[in-house]
């Protein structure tokens, strides 16, 4: 399970995977999730086993070993839990930012998740919510890793969620560094009420003057 890797990595925390997962649940059906940073698999794995109908699209820019994760780390934790070669499960290659804006051209698909652990200087951090929150479908959710830790602490990380997300958007979650907030869905306005064709004032009648005898 994705505890079980918890156990052995550390990369997320035992509260923040139920959180994943319990965020994941609340999803309608067959939804679609970001999932930016392979890390060690951690959190992709949570997601593949939180629901069987969920599709998840995982992204790095680092596809071999590397202290900070990477695809192939995934792979592995997907290998010995069953999940690799699952038609739910897509690895990305690429620039999450440079992903993110090609996104709607080649996937077309509007998205119901983003979990962003991806990149954790500012520009990167920032980058990754202007490229992935407008890709937000109304009411889905969008989370972000290591925000306020108390120890290693991120502060690009920081500085890019609080500056762009925190006090702008619906808060939803909040556990150990990841938060959560719901992209809104815009208020309906009531339709205008019929328009009424506002009567023309009728023209004064002119009325011809009868000449005066004589005049020419």
């Known amino acids: ?27 309608p059906p067959s939804p679609h999730v970001v999932n930016i940073g392979a890390g060690n698999g951690t959190s992709g794995f949570a997601f593949m086993e939180s629901r069987p109908d969920l599709f998840l699209y995982t992204i790095d820019i680092q596809l071999e070993s590397s ?3 990477c695809l192939q780390g995934e792979q592995a934790v997907f290998v ?10 897509t690895q990305i290659h690429g620039d999450s930012v440079t992903v993110g804006k090609a996104w709607m051209e080649r996937y077309g698909i509007l998205l119901d998740m983003v979990f962003v652990d991806g990149g ?26 290591d925000y306020k830790k108390n120890h290693k602490i991120w502060h690009g990380v920081d500085q890019a969620v609080s500056e762009l997300l925190v006090g702008k958007y619906e808060e939803v979650l909040r ?13 309906t306005l009531p339709p205008p009420p019929p328009s009424v064709p506002t009567p023309q004032a009728a023209m004064p009648r002119q009325t011809r003057q009868p000449r005066k005898k004589g005049a020419r």
């Open 80 to 89: 010995s839990a069953g999940f690799w070669g699952d038609p739910r499960h």
């Open 1 to 27: 399970t994705a505890h079980s890797v918890v156990d052995w990595t550390h990369y997320l925390t035992h509260e923040e995977v139920d959180a994943l997962q319990a965020l994941a649940r609340t999803l």
């Open 175 to 187: 556990v150990d560094t990841s938060i959560a907030i719901r992209v809104p869905v815009p208020k």
């Open 67 to 69: 202290p900070l994760g």
């Open 120 to 145: 954790h200087q500012y520009h990167e951090c920032k980058g990754d919510i202007e490229a992935w929150l407008p890709l937000v479908k109304p009411g889905g959710l969008f989370v972000v890793h």
